[in-house]
């Protein structure tokens, strides 16, 4: 009796061992900064902070929204932190925008692996809804590079420009292809994020 005990234990242990074996490896992901801005829509090309943005610990990071940060003298609520950072070998480009006071974390959060597809974007515009607008393609490419499967694109007037004095709320409108099968696209409003993904509900499952 007590041998048949264990001839089963020992099974069981070897089934568990097998169907632990047997499940999907989750990539470890390694962050890494991109692009960093801090500002207004006025700043423009000077609102890049990409060099004044330190990780000694390395990932995950911490980026803190002051103006101390920054070096500026003072602290202004108009101002805006964008942070873009890459997550391989997911390829991802993942990025944040917050208010004054707040942080972004960069951090690639584990998951596990999906069909990859790659995004070909086809086509950006950034400005008013009903107004004018500007052709911003090449800088959404410039984000998301070429080989990535998920893109996250921060609206940001102090990356793509102010098109017109008007004060209404710019917006990022993206057209994107996924392994070249084109997606119904992305659009965000002025200081939010368009998230480009390629995923579909079967990849989840």
């Known amino acids: 009796m007590a041998l048949g005990r264990l001839l089963v234990l020992a099974v069981v242990a070897v089934a568990t061992v097998v ?4 499940a999907p490896k ?3 992901s390694t ?6 801005y801090w500002g207004q829509p006025k700043d423009g090309a000077s609102a890049d902070v990409t060099s004044q943005v330190t990780c000694p610990n390395g990932y995950p990071c911490d980026v ?3 103006a101390a940060n920054f070096r500026q003298p003072k602290s202004d609520l108009a101002n805006r932190l964008a942070v873009i950072w890459t997550c391989q070998p997911q390829n991802f480009v993942l990025s944040e925008v917050v208010a004054p006071g707040l942080k972004v974390r960069m951090d690639c959060v584990g998951g596990l692996p999906l069909v990859p597809r ?3 974007v086809l086509e950006a515009t ?3 809804p009903n107004g004018q607008t500007l052709d911003v393609t090449q800088q ?5 590079g070429d080989t990535s499967w998920r893109c996250q694109v921060p609206a940001m007037a102090y990356i793509f420009g102010t ?3 008007v004060t209404m709320t710019k917006v990022l409108r993206i057209r994107f292809t996924c392994n070249g099968q084109t997606t119904p696209g992305q659009q965000a409003t002025e200081n939010s994020v368009a998230d480009l993904r390629c995923e579909r509900a079967k990849d989840l499952e």
């Open 118 to 120: 790659r995004i070909t």
């Open 163 to 165: 098109p017109d004095r």
């Open 26 to 28: 989750v990539p470890v």
């Open 140 to 144: 959404v490419r410039d984000i998301c």
């Open 126 to 128: 950034w400005g008013a």
């Open 31 to 36: 962050a890494a900064l991109k692009k960093a």
């Open 64 to 66: 803190f929204a002051n």
């Open 19 to 22: 169907a632990c074996n047997s």
